[in-house]
């Protein structure tokens, strides 16, 4: 048992006190105290031990002084570049990493359904050649209700107008009557030409009852203004009776109830001829209520077309837009190659494929 450290001092190995201190050293520096202070105590007894805890010590050492070394070399290089540049701007935005491939997909922005598909898999295309033909049934559709849509407002908008004018017909936009041969558009023309005749001659036949009303109040009051008339001539002509029969009864001639009688049938016509003239007022009354009325219906016929004209503007307007959606919708039907060397790969997207037979 003692000729193991003996031959171990002599073969240049450190001794048991020196190999003490460097674990102590090597127990400070690292953190499982417990764990190291049991190696310590084995490798006391076993010189083999003594050689590798101390190849460790100069592994762990080289180690840490390459990290520190590293990190030196970092912070200073890093810091060393912002202290020099100038950075005149940035941009953060974000991006997306993918595998550049030779696969190119081609699909519809919104959900559609495929009419003809003209190549099969593995059938070789050019750029510009047309591979799938979507249904433009339901497309075409609604391009043709949104343009009936606008051509029945434009008509409907040019009688609105006339209207509002006071013309004696309708002058309809150029662009519709470019397109007259079209039943559809020949439908609208007459259905707005015939409602304008119509309205038209509603309210003249509104006018003419107005105006005949007017001239039978004219007429009654030519002929209160004819009783009137007669009273004051009336009237007068009891002043001059009246006037003899009390030159009579002062010189006690008649009787003063002759006088008295006379005076009572002037101050009865009197009031009857201010009745008439009041019944005269009242009916003027009633001829400028007329006429008001007879105003009032081109006044509301305006008030009505000026409110739907702005209605109408405004679904023209947006009509239109949805009508450039549309045809810019329809010019996409025939779906292209891109450009480059492509092979067709038919996949499921976002539609289905029509069965022609249905």
């Known amino acids: 048992m003692r000729a ?36 310590h105590d084995r490798s006391i007894g076993d010189p083999q031990a003594f050689d590798a805890a101390h190849a460790q010590l100069r592994i762990d050492h080289r180690e840490r002084v390459a990290g520190l070394a590293a990190v030196l070399v970092l912070v200073g290089g890093v810091g060393g570049w912002a202290s020099i540049t100038e950075l005149a701007g940035a941009v953060i935005a974000s991006g997306q990493l993918v595998v550049e491939s030779d696969v190119t997909t081609v699909q519809h922005a919104v959900g559609v359904v495929v009419g003809e598909l003209r190549v099969h898999e593995g059938d070789a295309v050019k750029a510009g050649d047309v591979v799938v033909r979507l249904d433009e049934t339901q497309t075409r559709a609604n391009l043709g209700i949104i343009t009936k849509s606008l051509d029945e407002l434009a008509a409907r908008q040019a009688r609105d107008e006339a209207e509002r004018d006071g013309e004696s017909q309708i002058s309809f936009p150029e662009e519709l009557l470019a397109r007259s041969n079209d039943p559809d558009v020949r439908r609208v023309i007459l259905g707005e030409t015939k409602l304008f005749d119509t309205r038209r001659q509603g309210r003249s036949g509104q006018k003419s009852q107005f105006k005949e009303r007017i001239s039978q109040l004219q007429q009654q009051i030519e002929g209160l203004t004819t009783q009137a008339a007669a009273k004051k001539r009336e009237t007068e002509l009891i002043e001059q009776e009246l006037k003899g029969v009390r ?54 016929m305006r008030t009505e077309v000026g409110k739907d004209v702005a209605e109408i503007r405004a679904k023209r307007s947006e009509l239109g837009e949805r009508r450039v959606a549309a045809e810019d919708q329809l010019r996409r039907i025939d779906i292209r190659a891109p450009p480059g060397r492509n092979r067709a790969s038919a996949r499921r997207a976002h539609g289905r494929r029509r069965d022609p037979a249905g």
Request: charged fraction near 35%.
């Open 4 to 39: 193991a450290p003996a031959q171990a001092t002599k073969s240049g190995s450190p001794r048991p006190d020196q190999v003490g201190r460097l674990l102590a050293d090597h127990d400070r520096r690292r953190v499982g105290v417990a764990a190291d202070q049991r190696w």
């Open 247 to 300: 030159e009579l009864w002062e010189k006690r001639l008649v009787q003063f109830n002759r006088v008295i009688s006379l005076e009572r049938d002037a101050a009865r016509l009197e009031g009857e001829r201010g009745m008439l003239l009041s019944t005269i007022a009242q009916v003027k009354d009633k001829i400028a209520e007329t006429e008001l009325q007879i105003l009032q219906i081109d006044q509301d």
